[in-house]
C-alpha cells in the first residue's frame, strides 16, 4: 500500500526516484478502492500444489484479491482430483467469449518443455489466452515455461535445450534496483530453478521492447519485463515451497530419470537432510511488489483500460 505525505516533505522527491509508492493528500482524496482480480491458468500437474504455493504469495497483502482459475478446455488433467477443475475453474475459452477484464493475470509452468511449443496439446488455447490479455489484462506475469511460451508467442523468441536440466537454488543480480518490482531486493537474491530449457538470451537482448532485469551467468536470463511492467517474464519458481525441488528430485530418481541433486539445496548437499529456505522473502517480496504495482496503476474501471 502507498504512504501519504505532503508533495513538498523533501522525502518525496527522494522516494519517488526509488520508485517506492507515495501519494499526495489531493491523489488520496480522489482514490477509489477496490478489490483486485486476478486469474491464474494453472498448467502444472500438481494442480492443488501450485494452487497453494501462489495463494499463499497472493494473499500475503494487505489488498483484497478475487481470484478466478482458468482451465485449458482443450486439455484433460491426469493429475487434478475428480472434479476439481469442473468445480474451481472456469474455461478460459468461456472468460475470453465473455470478455471479461482481469487486473493481473498469472500463467504458470508446465511439464511440456521439451515438446515444440505447436506440438502442446493445449498451444492454440493457450495462445488464444496470452493473445486476450494484450488488451483485457493490465499485467501478466508468465512462470518458467509459461514465460518461455509468452515470449513465443509475442516476440518470436525460441527456446533451446539446455545440456543437463538446471536444478537447484541460484543466486540472481537485480539490473534495475528501483524497478517497482524489485523495491526492497538486495543486490543479489536466491531462487529455485527447475527447467531443460531456456529462451534464447541474444533475442531477448536484441528485442528494444523486452527488458533483462535479472540473471545470473550460471541460470542465464531470470526476470524480463515489457511494457512498463505490463508483462512479465520468470523462468525460475520462486513460488515453490520448501520440499518442492526434494519432490521433483525423488520422483525423477525412482523414474530412472538422468536427475543430479539439486544444487544448494540441501544442507551438506545431502539429500537426507531437510532442505533450508533462502528465497521465501523475496519471493513475499516480488508477489506483493507486482500486486502493489498492479493496484497502483490499472484504471479503477477496467472497461477504460488501454
Known sequence: MPIKIPRDLPAYDALSQERVFVMTDERAEHQDI???NVAIVNLM???????????????NSPLQVNITFLRMGSHESKNAPPGHLEKFYISAKEIIAMNIRFDGLIITGA???????????????LAAVIDYSEKNVFSTMHICWGAQAGLYRRYGIPKKPLEKKL????????????????????????APQSRHTASDRDRIAADGRLTIQSETGETGVFIVTAREGREV??????EYDPL???REYHRDLAKGLPIEIPKNYYP???????????WRAHANLFFDNWLNYVYQETPFDLETMD
Open 34 to 36: 477496490r478489490p483486485l
Open 45 to 59: 500437474p500438481t494442480t492443488v500444489d501450485t494452487e497453494i504455493q501462489l495463494l499463499r504469495l497472493l494473499g
Open 111 to 125: 511439464p511440456v518443455e521439451t515438446l515444440p511449443f505447436e506440438e502442446v496439446d493445449y498451444w492454440d488455447e
Open 167 to 190: 536444478f537447484g537454488i541460484f543466486p540472481h543480480e537485480v539490473h534495475e534496483q528501483y524497478h517497482v518490482l524489485f523495491r526492497g531486493f538486495d543486490d543479489e537474491f536466491l
Open 233 to 238: 517474464y520468470v523462468t525460475g519458481h520462486l
Open 244 to 246: 518442492t525441488l526434494d
Open 268 to 278: 551438506g548437499n545431502n539429500p537426507d537432510k531437510t532442505p533450508v529456505v533462502r
